[in-house]
Each structure stands twice: as C-alpha cells, then as structure tokens.
C-alpha cells in the first residue's frame, strides 16, 4: 500500500469519526462548530446532516471500492474549504476552530483528490 492511499484512508476515516461525534454527541459539537441545537429538531438536524452524511461519505470509499469515491469525498472537503474560506472572510470570522477546519478540510481535499 503507498503512502496516498494510505492518507486517503486516514482521511476517509476521520470523516466517519466526524460523523459519529456528531451523531453520539451531537450537543458537543457546539464548541468547535459554533452550532447549538436548541431543541429536539436542531439534534436531529445535527445527527442527520453532519452525522449522516459524514460517516456515509466517508464509508462510501470503503463500500464502493472505487478509486474515484476517493476524489467525490475529496471535491467535497474542497468545496467546504472553499465556502469556509469565504466566510472565514467576508463574515471576519476567524475563530480558532474555523481556521483548523479549514486546514484540514484543504488538507484532506487533495490528499483525496490526488
């Protein structure tokens, strides 16, 4: 196995890892997303949105066994990264959090894409 399939494996892995966080502890996403579910809808949008779709991009790799999941869940972080950087600036929103967000979602986008 060679090093980029073995960072895109990492990389598929960290995502199902997000998604189950969300989904086990979807209140303790709130420090370092800045999301708040203030009620019982909120939970659920957090399990099913940052929960669900995490960890089933991110077992889609491992399911399809197709090379090219790889970079679908690559082009995914890109465009997070992208959208985050915008808003990182036009909404000067430059907390902790969102910084290592970005990076690591820059990060793992080419890792998976590559």
């Excluded at 989904?23 to 370092?32: D, H, M």
């Excluded at 808003?87 to 290592?100: A, G, H, M, P």
């Amino acid at each position: 196995m060679g090093i980029v399939l073995l960072l895109k494996i990492i990389a598929s892995i960290g995502t199902i890892l997000t998604g189950f966080i969300s989904l086990i502890w979807p209140k303790g996403v709130t420090g370092f997303t800045g999301l708040a579910a203030t009620g019982q809808r909120g939970i659920s949008e957090i399990r099913a949105v940052l929960g669900g779709v995490f960890i089933g991009l991110g077992l889609a790799p491992f399911l399809l066994k197709q090379p090219v999941t790889y970079r679908v869940l690559g082009i995914m972080y890109l465009a997070v990264a992208f959208v985050r950087t915008f808003s990182i600036f036009f909404d000067k929103s430059y907390e902790r959090s969102n910084i290592i967000s970005v990076v690591i979602e820059y990060l793992f986008g080419i890792i998976l894409v590559i």
